[in-house]
């Protein structure tokens, strides 16, 4: 689930830092306060004189100006070195507004999914939908587009001719539709991470190549033992030909 | 039964236990059987696995196919005996093995089914040779 909440960075060593050390209860909470108002209001740590009064007691000012948490500036007043560790109000916005596009891609792409009748056409869908999950996530570097999510088998995940094609070539032993079978109830009677995937069709290949490493690697019928008997009297029978009419001869 | 035919036998025990057959094996089976018929052999086998289920050994065969044998010699109530002909023929040569030889010609004939008792007659009754009525007989 997407969370449109704000955070700001705060080292966890920052009350033991010999500045604040200085400050009294009171400004300390104070210029906790007043950090959560740049960042609630994306002002990039400046701040009116009518804000300036209003967030602080005249004790507190007087102890923040003197320690340098706080620095005058020419149209008020600005939190020192703000932008250096907080997150300016034109990286939130660029935030938003990749999220929410990447958002009307994954919706599209559910949407191209559930009215196409291929399943393979889900799993293409599938590796559009955006990830936004989480605040601190980033847009892998490099690509357009955010991470895929995966999604649960589809509930009507067919073999289609083409994977049929694959699995002659590469499993000639496997029982095709049995092992098929499997696989469908496996993963759909599976809960958790691993019943996640994002690419069903590999999956299923992957178990396809799974099932031939199982499956028996031409161990002879009976029928092909009786053939090899047949074959082997056949041999012994022309050898004892041949010493008999050697020893003739 | 030569060693080909020994061959198909074991193919037939294979068809009921899967045995596994090679060189080796088939040599020793094709040495205890080789004085029986195929014909005997195939049927013994089978007589075997309607009533057992373990693993069929040369024994059980051989077994078998004497009492197959057996039940084929008894239906000659007199014995078998040479025809006049060859009597004549092995009695003015003088040999006492081509007698022996003959006799045990005509006896593993009639054990092994070859010679039935009606063609006994026919032979009895006939100036032919044992070997050359066999042969026709084979022929017919």
Same mark, same amino acid.
């Given at each position: 689930?997407?969370?449109?909440?704000?955070?700001?960075?705060?080292?966890?060593?920052?009350?033991?830092?010999?500045?604040?050390?200085?400050?009294?209860?009171?400004?300390?909470?104070?210029?906790?306060?007043?950090?959560?108002?740049?960042?609630?209001?994306?002002n990039?740590?400046?701040?009116?004189?009518?804000?300036?009064?209003?967030?602080?007691?005249?004790?507190?000012?007087?102890?923040?100006?003197?320690?340098?948490?706080?620095?005058?500036?020419?149209?008020?007043?600005?939190?020192?070195?703000?932008?250096?560790?907080?997150?300016s109000?034109?990286?939130?916005?660029?935030?938003?507004?990749?999220?929410?596009?990447?958002?009307?891609?994954?919706?599209?792409?559910?949407?191209?999914?559930?009215?196409?009748?291929?399943?393979?056409?889900?799993?293409?869908?599938?590796?559009?939908?955006?990830?936004?999950?989480?605040?601190?996530?980033?847009?892998?570097?490099?690509?357009?587009?955010?991470?895929?999510?995966?999604?649960?088998?589809p509930?009507?995940?067919?073999?289609?001719?083409?994977?049929?094609?694959?699995?002659?070539?590469?499993?000639?032993?496997v029982?095709?539709?049995?092992?098929?079978?499997?696989f469908?109830?496996?993963?759909?009677?599976?809960?958790?991470?691993?019943?996640?995937?994002?690419?069903?069709?590999?999956?299923?290949r992957?178990?396809?190549?799974?099932?031939?490493?199982?499956?028996?690697?031409?161990?002879?019928?009976?029928?092909?033992?009786?053939?090899?008997?047949?074959?082997?009297?056949?041999?012994?029978?022309?050898?004892?030909?041949?010493?008999?009419?050697?020893?003739?001869? | 039964?030569?060693?080909?035919?020994?061959?198909?036998?074991?193919a037939?025990?294979?068809?009921?236990?899967?045995?596994?057959?090679?060189?080796?094996?088939?040599?020793?089976?094709?040495?205890?059987?080789?004085?029986?018929?195929l014909?005997?052999?195939?049927?013994?086998?089978?007589?075997?696995?309607?009533?057992?289920?373990?693993?069929?050994?040369?024994?059980?065969?051989?077994?078998?196919?004497? !009492?197959?044998?057996?039940?084929?010699?008894h239906?000659?109530?007199?014995?078998?005996?040479l025809?006049? !002909?060859?009597?004549?023929?092995?009695?003015?040569? #003088?040999?006492?093995?081509?007698?022996?030889?003959?006799?045990? !010609?005509?006896?593993?004939?009639?054990?092994? #089914?070859?010679?039935?008792?009606?063609?006994?007659?026919?032979?009895?009754? #006939?100036?032919?040779?044992?070997?050359?009525?066999?042969?026709?007989?084979?022929?017919?």
């Amino acid at each position: 689930m997407a969370s449109d909440r704000l955070f700001f960075k705060l080292h966890n060593g920052f009350p033991e830092h010999p500045k604040a050390i200085e400050l009294s209860d009171k400004a300390f909470r104070q210029l906790i306060e007043a950090w959560c108002y740049c960042s609630r209001n994306l002002n990039d740590g400046r701040l009116s004189k009518a804000q300036f009064l209003k967030l602080f007691s005249a004790k507190s000012r007087k102890e923040l100006l003197s320690v340098g948490f706080v620095m005058e500036s020419e149209n008020g007043y600005e939190m020192h070195d703000y932008l250096e560790h907080q997150q300016s109000a034109e990286q939130v916005e660029n935030r938003r507004n990749k999220r929410a596009a990447a958002g009307s891609m994954g919706g599209r792409a559910k949407a191209n999914g559930l009215a196409s009748a291929s399943s393979h056409a889900k799993q293409t869908a599938s590796k559009s939908v955006a990830d936004t999950d989480t605040d601190t996530d980033e847009v892998p570097k490099g690509t357009s587009l955010p991470r895929s999510r995966g999604q649960r088998i589809p509930a009507d995940f067919t073999v289609a001719p083409a994977m049929v094609a694959w699995a002659r070539a590469n499993c000639p032993n496997v029982d095709g539709p049995r092992e098929t079978t499997k696989f469908i109830n496996y993963y759909q009677g599976l809960s958790g991470a691993k019943a996640v995937k994002l690419d069903w069709v590999a999956t299923w290949r992957n178990w396809m190549l799974n099932a031939a490493e199982r499956a028996p690697q031409g161990k002879p019928t009976t029928v092909d033992k009786m053939q090899s008997t047949l074959e082997l009297g056949r041999r012994l029978q022309a050898v004892q030909d041949g010493q008999q009419q050697l020893a003739i001869g | 039964m030569r060693i080909e035919e020994t061959s198909a036998l074991l193919a037939k025990v294979q068809a009921f236990d899967n045995r596994n057959v090679d060189a080796a094996v088939l040599s020793a089976w094709s040495e205890i059987l080789e004085p029986h018929t195929l014909h005997d052999c195939l049927a013994a086998v089978t007589e075997y696995y309607r009533s057992n289920t373990g693993w069929i050994m040369p024994a059980h065969i051989v077994e078998r196919v004497r !009492a197959m044998e057996e039940a084929r010699q008894h239906q000659f109530k007199n014995g078998c005996h040479l025809n006049p !002909a060859d009597e004549d023929k092995i009695f003015a040569t #003088g040999d006492s093995e081509s007698w022996s030889k003959a006799m045990r !010609a005509l006896n593993r004939a009639a054990r092994t #089914g070859v010679l039935t008792p009606a063609a006994y007659d026919a032979y009895q009754s #006939g100036d032919e040779p044992l070997e050359a009525f066999l042969t026709r007989k084979a022929i017919q």
